[in-house]
């Protein structure tokens, strides 16, 4: 059974930083592309960052510079360092595990708010 769990969302006020967590298990973690996505009320789903099975990276131009994804292999787990937070980073944010296209699996998602 395959299961993504997120934590470490929050509260925060503008300028603030959190790290999510995605612990994963059930999958050969290391082979698997994962990302971050996000969904704010209203809006459609956006991816936020992606790691490739390599560490390549990718990253929403509007968190360019100021969040990071990372992976640890061994622990299974991936993270999003999120610094210099803004309102509009408001969203429930979702861990995604894809491998080839073909198989796709999703976490329960953990709320992100930015607000004073």
């Known amino acids: 059974q395959v299961q993504l769990v997120e934590s470490g969302g929050g509260l925060v006020q503008p300028g603030g930083s959190l790290r999510l967590s995605c612990a994963a298990s059930?999958?050969?973690?290391?082979?698997?592309?994962m990302a971050w996505y996000r969904q704010a009320p209203g809006k459609e789903r956006e991816l936020v960052a992606g790691?490739?099975?390599?560490?390549?990276?990718n990253y929403l131009d509007s968190v360019k510079g100021r969040f990071t994804i990372s992976r640890d292999n061994a622990k299974n787990t991936v993270y999003l360092q999120m610094n210099s937070l803004k309102p509009e980073d408001t969203a429930v944010y979702y861990c995604?595990?894809?491998?080839?296209?073909?198989?796709?699996?999703w976490g329960q998602g953990t709320q992100v708010t930015v607000s004073s």
């Open positions: 059930g999958i050969t973690f290391g082979a698997y592309r």
């Open positions: 790691i490739s099975s390599g560490s390549y990276t």
């Open positions: 995604n595990a894809e491998y080839l296209s073909s198989l796709n699996f």
